[in-house]
């Protein structure tokens, strides 16, 4: 049995059947013999599309398509590909897979495995890969921007630049090690070495700040909604997602557990959880909702607190210290002679009076985290550990100067080892199972 890397591998690489285009991508040694078999011609010339009648073992014609090949190096893998774009029926693409299937040293491809031989082959690193895998699930205009500045190299430039200035600060001082009795070395070499690592001590820690935003703008910006029961937490779930969400009655304590729902709020993912009303309560089943609205709360961006018009404005029984509040009057709608200078907003989410307002306030909350211009920055938790232990290294070597050249030069050097394995750059095989299982067959 040959080994995976010398398999030819075959996917579909476009949407669900029924489509009215299935593309399917082929990579490997092999992938020019597939051409062959199907359409009975010679090559065409590379990335050309050309119309063929795709054939069986029988010559019966399966379907007309057009082919494109892609010669390696130069392809998306590093291999020799080609691409397959029939008519997306179910039937047209079984008939192709099971003509493929019938090759010898062919098989369907895992997920994600073209993106991991186009990293095997030098074609893109560890960070563009993730940042490829984020561009694919983008659901909002800040996540594609977000994955675009990681997936086209730019992350991985600043990386690259910071390990490039880490090695020629290595290099400075074996140079003082080797020769520092030679006169080609001057005394203000090492000088110079500790200015450059204190300057990128500096720009590590801005970066590893900016750290934030990236995951806001992946993740979400997660928004509690908490109350007491029957504050119009539910009602106010179900008007900013547009559908009914969660079950609204007169009752208190419908709801149990914490509901959420994710909405695009001008680009940016806001994610909106709807908890059980906090009361003191003997009911198990309610009391559990109440402990999970609390710990959702405590882990939340942004926690509204709701409190229906018709009640008097009180200290809210829980206090929440870790997250930002904004207290909000709901059932604005309603008669009431109650004064609102205890609250930030007043909104009536059946009538809808207040929502816009109430989205904006959330969109500022969330640009006064995230910034309104957009920097590069970590977006995983992966990148940011990596960068903590290089900071961690270059403080080592700043703090050490009571310590031979040869140990702060060796902190330097593991500090261009975490950086690398950001990257790929070094060893990170037990990285890469982990990271490829995330994208979808045929990517």
Not at 24 to 51: C, M, N
Not at 355 to 370: A, D, G, N, P, T
Not at 397 to 414: F, K, V
Request: hydrophobic share 40%.
């Amino acid at each position: 049995m040959m080994p995976a890397s010398a398999d030819t591998i075959y996917a579909l690489s476009s949407g669900a059947l029924p489509a009215g285009v299935a593309i399917i991508r082929i990579s490997g040694l092999k992938a020019f013999e597939a051409f062959v078999r199907l359409t009975d011609r010679e090559l065409p010339a590379p990335r050309q599309a050309i119309l063929c009648s795709i054939r069986n073992r029988n010559k019966e014609t399966i379907d007309q398509a057009l082919m494109i090949v892609f010669p390696g190096p130069n392809s998306f893998t590093g291999e020799n590909c080609i691409e397959i774009h029939s008519h997306g029926s179910r039937a047209v693409v079984a008939s192709i897979f099971s003509e493929l299937e019938q090759l010898d040293g062919f098989r369907p491809a895992d997920a994600g495995e073209f993106s991991r031989r186009a990293f095997e082959n030098g074609k893109m690193d560890l960070l563009e890969v993730e940042g490829l895998a984020d561009l694919l699930q983008a659901e909002t205009e800040m996540q594609r921007r977000l994955a675009v500045e990681q997936s086209t190299g730019k992350l991985s430039a600043l990386y690259d630049g910071w390990a490039s200035r880490l090695t020629r600060a290595r290099a400075l001082i074996e140079a003082e090690l080797d020769f520092a009795d030679e006169e080609d070395v001057p005394d203000s070499v090492a000088a110079q070495v500790w200015d450059a690592m204190r300057l990128l001590k500096g720009e590590i820690t801005g970066h590893l700040q900016n750290g934030g935003s990236s995951e806001i703008i992946r993740d979400g910006f997660k928004v509690a909604l908490v109350g007491e029961p029957n504050a119009g937490k539910s009602t106010l779930l179900n008007a900013l997602s547009g559908r009914d969400v969660a079950i609204v009655t007169d009752i208190a304590g419908t709801t149990r557990d914490v509901l959420s729902v994710d909405i695009n709020l001008d680009g940016y993912l806001v994610r909106i959880f709807d908890t059980a009303g906090i009361r003191e309560t003997l009911d198990v089943v309610e009391k559990e909702g109440v402990r999970r609205a609390v710990l959702t709360a405590e882990t939340a961006d942004l926690i509204l607190l709701l409190q229906d018009n018709d009640s008097t404005p009180k200290q809210f029984l829980i206090s929440f210290e870790n997250a930002r509040r904004l207290r909000v009057r709901t059932k604005a709608a309603l008669s009431s002679s109650s004064a609102n200078d205890d609250f930030d907003l007043s909104i009536s989410a059946k009538e809808g009076l207040g929502l816009e307002e109430l989205r904006l306030l959330i969109k500022q909350e969330i640009e006064s985290r995230v910034g309104a211009v957009q920097t590069l920055a970590p977006a995983r938790a992966r990148h940011k550990k990596r960068l903590e232990e290089t900071l961690n290294y270059v403080s080592d070597a700043l703090n050490s100067e009571t310590m031979d050249l040869a140990i702060r030069s060796e902190y330097l050097r593991l500090a261009g080892t975490s950086l690398g394995r950001i990257t790929g750059r070094v060893d990170v095989e037990d990285l890469l199972g982990v990271i490829f299982s995330e994208f979808c067959i045929g990517k």
